[in-house]
């Protein structure tokens, strides 16, 4: 199956009757919709089906927008030849980033479906156009490399020092006692975002929970084994970096969790970092877990899973003047335990309001994810918490097979300023459908 990219060979083989269909679509704006049934009348079949398989095989995606077509019955509909899966949330990602949503499986909004128009020709426009999105794609391509390629890494012998845009953005300190961890991690204008403990002590700084450090990702009962506070010595261990990819901005690597002295299970992290035109920063983990020693259990725990440890000026609580907002319109106190497709934690710092947003990728598991994000400082996203949140009765486990692997991705956006929810929902969005074509 071809993923969705640049016209290829497979675009001189299309035939005479996908060609209208295509160009048909094409009519179908952005934050439209159109049904299977409409565009078959369009193109002037009776076969609604005939028309899903030339969608199926539609290789100018998303140039032609075959995730504007849903089921007359409002719901979906398949995508790529799949009704549901990581085809399914890809098109609802694509639908989301163009404002439309659904509620009850169905299209919430049911003024978005339209009539689509068959061009004149049909031929006209399907080459040009696509050239056109293409040339914007490939120029966008470039201004990303450009940015990726503003990013260093300097190794010494425990610690990574990365620079963005040529500013110091943080330290990987790799060989951590409990678990890698990125600290400090830094503002745009230099001041720490995160708390300095248990590294060093700030006056006014809490000095409890010695697990909090930087920015981190790990789990508080993996097959029984707590890697959050590692009571009983759990550590994740670093193992390699398997890149360090400046011009790309990149760095991978290799980790075991180590329980009781044997391998629970092994990870792979994909790190990426590239400078916003906000002046700040971003930082985006892509982690693959794997039940490499035997089958997993991620326990029902409200401790993990991408977690920050913020310093006392960004706090909500005294002496700190910060802001807790998530997606879903619950600030402070009443964003924790939420399910949420972002959260954002802003306040005054060093003179410039600044802060740190978490955005939950679509494909995560149990995508929109819980937050264990407290008025003190802690900010995490945990999928796994769910008796622990409230949201169940009844405790409940997540489960990977042996030899299977379960994969996280997160953005994690430093900024300047208190962006507001319209801002942060746009931003999220065009993440979410700018990545919903990638496979793991």
Request: charged share 25%; glycine share 12%.
């Amino acid at each position: 199956m071809q993923r969705a990219g640049s016209p290829g060979r497979a675009a001189c083989q299309v035939t005479e009757f996908a060609r209208r269909v295509y160009d048909a679509l094409r009519t179908v704006r952005r934050g439209r919709v159109t049904t299977y049934a409409r565009l078959a009348k369009a193109v002037g079949v009776a076969s609604p089906r005939a028309v899903g398989r030339a969608l199926r095989d539609n290789p100018w995606a998303p140039w032609v927008p075959c995730h504007r077509v849903i089921a007359s019955d409002l719901r979906p509909g398949g995508y790529r030849g799949q009704v549901r899966g990581r085809a399914a949330a890809e098109k609802l990602a694509r639908l989301a980033a163009e404002g439309v949503r659904f509620a009850g499986g169905r299209l919430a909004e049911p003024w978005r479906v339209v009539d689509p128009h068959p061009w004149a020709s049909s031929r006209r426009c399907t080459m040009s156009r696509g050239r056109m999105r293409t040339i914007r794609m490939l120029a966008a391509a470039v201004a990303l490399a450009a940015s990726a390629g503003e990013v260093t890494f300097e190794r010494e012998a425990e610690v990574v020092r990365i620079r963005v845009g040529g500013r110091p953005l943080a330290d990987y300190r790799f060989r951590h006692e409990r678990f890698p961890c990125f600290h400090p991690v830094l503002a745009p204008h230099g001041a720490a975002l995160t708390r300095a403990f248990p590294s060093g002590e700030i006056a006014g700084e809490s000095r409890d929970h010695p697990h909090h450090c930087g920015l981190w990702s790990t789990h508080g009962d993996l097959n029984g084994h707590d890697f959050w506070s590692s009571r009983n010595g759990e550590r994740i261990v670093h193992v390699a970096f398997l890149e360090l990819d400046e011009g790309g901005g990149r760095m991978v690597v290799s980790n075991e969790w180590v329980a009781g002295g044997a391998v629970v299970a092994t990870d792979r992290r994909v790190w990426r970092f590239r400078p916003t035109r906000d002046g700040g920063s971003e930082i985006e983990l892509e982690a693959f877990v794997h039940a490499s020693r035997g089958a997993l259990r991620f326990g029902d725990t409200k401790e993990g899973s991408l977690a920050l440890g913020l310093g006392a000026a960004l706090q909500p609580d005294p002496p700190g003047r910060g802001r807790i907002l998530n997606s879903e319109g619950h600030a402070d106190r009443a964003a924790w335990s939420r399910p949420a497709r972002w959260c954002d934690y802003s306040g005054p710092l060093g003179g410039e309001m600044v802060g740190v947003a978490i955005f939950d990728h679509p494909f995560n598991p149990r995508h929109p994810t819980g937050w264990h994000v407290r008025t003190y400082g802690l900010f995490s996203a945990n999928p796994f918490a769910r008796k622990s949140f409230g949201l169940l009765q009844e405790p409940e486990t997540f489960e990977v097979p042996a030899g299977g692997v379960v994969t996280f991705r997160w953005r994690v956006w430093i900024h300047r300023g208190e962006p507001s929810a319209a801002e942060l929902d746009r931003r999220f969005a065009e993440w979410a459908a700018r990545s919903a074509g990638d496979r793991p």
